[in-house]
Every structure is written in C-alpha cells, then in structure tokens.
C-alpha cells in the first residue's frame, strides 16, 4: 500500500485509528483459551469487529515471539487474514529492527516479503547502511523511531547536541537518505507540545503515534500540532481498545471504544477539510 491508498482510505472511513494487537494470554478472554489458536482467534474477532473503524492494524512483534513458533505462527495468520480479507487496511509490524545492512535485508525480506506486511519500525541508532535496506522495498513503509511516548524516551532522544536535539538530528539525517520518501516517523503522543517543532523538519511525512489512551496521551493536542492538508497522523491505541471488554462481548466492547476514537476523528477530520 502507497501512502495516496492510505490517505484515500482515511478519506473513506473518516479515521486515521490504528489498533495495536499486543496480545497477552494472561489478560485475553478466559473462554479463549480453550481454542486452538487464542492469539488468532483473539486478533480475529477483534479485526471483524474494528475493521470499519480503523485504517491500520499494528502487531507488536514482541508479543507473539514471547510464545515461540505457536506466536509466531499465530501473527502469520493474523497479518494473512487481514490481507485476505481487509486489504484497504495498512498494516505495521512493530519490530523496532535495526542492524547493519546485510542484516537489515533479512529483517526486510522477512516482514515485507514473508509475511507481506505493508510498514516495519526500525530503530536509527546505527545509521543509513541500517535503514535504507528496508528503504528499497518498493510501496513498502519504514517506520523510524523518533521522539518515543515512554518515561526514557528523553534520556538520549532529547540530548542537546551541538546543533539539535537529538531527535531532530535524527529526522534531518533520515531525510538525506535514499529513498525517504518512504519514510513514516514515530513520535509519542504523550510528547504532543513537540509536535509544531517536528512539522517544520518533516512536514508532509505520516507520523505513527503511540500513546494516545491508556498512556495518556490526549488526541485534540496531537491534531492541533500534528495535523497536515492530507491528516499526515496515524493514531495507536491498544490497551485501550482491545482490552476493553473481558467476557464473551469483548469484541463488541472493543468496537464501541473503537467507535468513540474514530467519532472524534471524523470532527477533526471535517474542521479541516
């Protein structure tokens, strides 16, 4: 997927809601755990229920691996059973990868050749040869890591250096290299008063934000700093959605509060058009 299909698409459903599926068995449904595949079935009604509701769907990698080949098999159905059945829907794998350049290749055939997903976070530390192997894959989406919504986010990403900041330095660099236009950045919304800084360095990028919800993040900040001509914002809540319910209804409770985000969506969407 192109960023013009996603844009059209946040057209369409008047929504620029991603809905993280970080799967915990512990805090899923009790009568889930008699499935075969909890994970999946899990993801499944979620998906079936949301999927009007939302432009994007981002598996937190992590998640799955915890669970060994079983997780992994079960994040393989998920990212399938989306592209079968929703293809509209853009699709982030939250692998936070980043190694030199050989390496990279094979962390980028992986998500965007195996499992066929349409964006990866990628950390920036170890520079362009890191990053511009998952660049290459053509109408494929590299998420850097820029200014992140967690407490310590700011121990290294807010350094002063002898020029910027440090996260900025690392949105002026990722803007030199080959292919950036294929670049998204991460940025926290519980950072939502850097937003109109980091417009000015990258102003018709996406920015993933994470954060929003059970994190405290506060989506009306976000868009009043953060918005662009095409919206330019995907916004990520998980805990917030997906745990929303407990019982046999946890899909139903998970599209309301879906609902509530993508509402509040539309009128920010509609001020701005």
Not at 189 to 203: M, Q
Request: with cysteine.
């Amino acid at each position: 997927m192109n960023k013009q299909e996603l844009i059209e698409q946040i057209q369409h459903k008047k929504s620029f809601l991603c809905i993280g599926l970080d799967v915990d068995l512990s805090k899923i449904p009790t009568h889930l755990l008699a499935e075969d595949d909890p994970i999946f079935e899990f993801n499944k009604q979620l998906i079936d229920a949301t999927h009007h509701l939302a432009v994007a769907y981002k598996p937190n990698t992590a998640f799955y691996e915890a669970y060994g080949i079983k997780g992994w098999q079960a994040l393989e159905k998920t990212i399938t059973y989306i592209n079968t059945n929703y293809p509209e829907i853009f699709t982030i794998a939250d692998a936070k990868r980043g190694d030199i350049g050989n390496t990279s290749t094979m962390y980028a055939k992986a998500f965007f050749e195996d499992l066929n997903f349409d964006s990866v976070t990628v950390a920036p530390y170890m520079g362009s040869d890191s990053v511009e192997p998952f660049l290459a894959f053509k109408n494929k989406t590299t998420i850097l890591l820029a200014l992140t919504s967690n407490k310590g986010g700011l121990d290294f990403q807010g350094l002063k250096t002898e020029r910027d900041e440090l996260y900025k330095e690392v949105l002026k660099t990722a803007l030199t290299w080959k292919n950036s236009e294929n670049l998204m950045f991460v940025v926290g919304a519980t950072k939502a008063a850097y937003f109109s800084e980091i417009r000015k360095i990258v102003p018709n990028h996406f920015l993933l934000v994470p954060g929003v919800g059970a994190q405290g993040g506060n989506l009306k900040d976000v868009c009043n700093y953060g918005f662009t001509k095409d919206c330019g914002l995907l916004i990520n809540s998980s805990r917030g959605i997906i745990y929303a319910g407990n019982d046999e209804n946890f899909a139903k409770s998970a599209q309301k509060e879906a609902l509530k985000l993508q509402q509040q969506m539309e009128v920010i969407l509609n001020e701005n058009s």
